[in-house]
């Protein structure tokens, strides 16, 4: 799965042969999840509390670049670096 954003030990990635909803997969340490870009919200796995907020803000702030990732991995394209939170 191609990285398109790391930040504070959080790694962003998405597939480029993922079912439906458009979604993004996260990793923190032994926690995975997969959030869903339209709504910013977890559909399953489990993140701390911290990181989950992280991850939704960054959602909500890149939900446009996250969905124009989701057409290009769809296409099979490659996909873009997202600016990471700082």
């Known amino acids: 799965m191609p990285t398109v954003s790391l930040f504070y030990g959080i790694k962003i990635t998405m597939n480029w042969d993922d079912h439906n909803s458009p979604h993004f997969h ?9 959030i869903l870009i339209l709504e910013c919200i977890i559909e ?4 701390p509390g911290r990181q989950l907020k992280l991850v939704l803000a960054w959602c909500e702030i890149h939900k446009d670049e996250l969905m124009q990732n989701w057409e ?5 394209k490659p996909l873009n670096a997202i600016n990471p939170l700082v």
Do not use: T
């Open 26 to 34: 996260v990793e923190y340490a032994e926690y995975r999840a997969v």
């Open 72 to 76: 290009l991995s769809k296409a099979g």
């Open 44 to 47: 399953s796995g489990f993140l």
